[in-house]
């Protein structure tokens, strides 16, 4: 494991919530509030393979617009006829496909486990990946607040349920995921997103933020 590096840290927690915001629709408030300017910033703390990702694509969402994601967003995630890349963990760790299945028991298991509550709000699945990434979030957040705190019992807990919910779910199903977003996306903003997710996650895995 590398050195722990405070900036990185909070980093990572910048990168893990932007990464979340793009996996629901897009508006134009991604621009209004300079998200992947922000996004950018905290990607070049990490690694340059993360900062390369961020600054295509932001590059690619101005170039591509809003109306054109849209259209790729529908078709990737939602359907009209079937959805091309499904962005649910019970759709790539369940034999028969189905959703809400034990997969979705077992993850919801880990959100009650890491205190993580879904808002009312939330219209998806509770393995959405957007709600996944939000809850590892959460995991980097308070793993770092117990380094702060120099609460070593609490960092070792907070720690290992990261490791867990990344071996056992979120870690299980990201790379088939990205793959079908990366090969059905006819944009390049979900292409790049696709990759992009999956490379962090893997970093986050594996514990490497290091060349």
């Keep these: 494991m590398p050195i722990y590096d405070a900036d990185r840290a909070s980093a990572r927690e910048d990168l893990c919530r932007f990464l979340a915001a793009c996996h629901y629709q897009l508006g134009p ?16 703390r990490i690694h340059p393979d993360l900062a390369a990702y961020a ?3 932001g590059d690619l969402y101005a170039s591509e ?24 963990g019970s759709v790539w760790l369940e034999k028969d496909k189905t959703l809400m299945g034990d997969s979705t028991m077992a993850v919801q298991a880990l959100y009650a486990e890491g205190g993580f509550d879904i808002d009312e709000a ?34 070792k807990a907070r720690a290992a349920l990261r490791k867990r919910f990344l071996e056992e779910h979120l870690g299980r199903w990201i790379e088939p995921f990205a793959a079908a977003v990366v090969a059905g996306a006819q944009s390049g903003f ?3 997103l696709g ?17």
């Design 190 to 192: 979900y292409r790049a």
């Design 55 to 57: 600054k295509r694509l």
């Design 29 to 44: 408030e991604f621009a209004e509030e300079m998200v992947f300017d922000s996004m950018f910033n905290a990607a070049i």
């Design 122 to 155: 939330f219209r998806e699945l509770p393995d959405h990946i957007a709600a996944e990434l939000e809850f590892l979030y959460l995991l980097i957040f308070r793993e770092n607040e117990a380094r702060r705190e120099g609460n070593v019992d609490a960092l």
């Design 65 to 88: 617009g809003t109306e054109e994601l849209l259209l790729d967003y529908t078709r990737l995630f939602l359907g009209p006829t079937e959805a091309i890349a499904l962005p649910y």
């Design 195 to 211: 990759e992009f997710t999956a490379r962090f996650v893997r970093m986050e895995a594996e514990d490497k933020y290091a060349d």
